[in-house]
């Protein structure tokens, strides 16, 4: 395992939630990662959060087109 970044995603009804730079350790040859203790809690959560807000936001207007948000947290 080396020390780097990882992405996860997140499906529910359609909707998909990717989280992309997580700091990580990460295997070189596969897709295995291990997260500093309480990262993947906080990944959960604001990715169920996310997902809230696009079910919102569909259930506002059928027609929401594709759209990408950046969310930056720093520490």
Do not use: N, S
């Not at 020390?3 to 730079?21: K, P």
């Not at 959560?45 to 259930?59: H, S, Y």
């Not at 059928?62 to 930056?72: C, G, I, N, S």
């Amino acid at each position: 395992m080396i020390w780097g970044e990882t992405e996860i995603t997140f499906e529910e009804d359609g909707i998909e939630i990717v989280v992309r730079h997580i700091p990580a350790w990460v295997c070189p040859h596969g897709d295995d990662a291990a997260f500093a203790p309480g990262v993947t809690d906080e990944i959960i959560k604001t990715a169920r959060e996310l997902i809230a807000v696009a079910k919102r936001a569909l259930a506002a207007d059928r027609a929401f087109p594709h759209q990408e948000y950046l969310v930056k947290v720093v520490a």
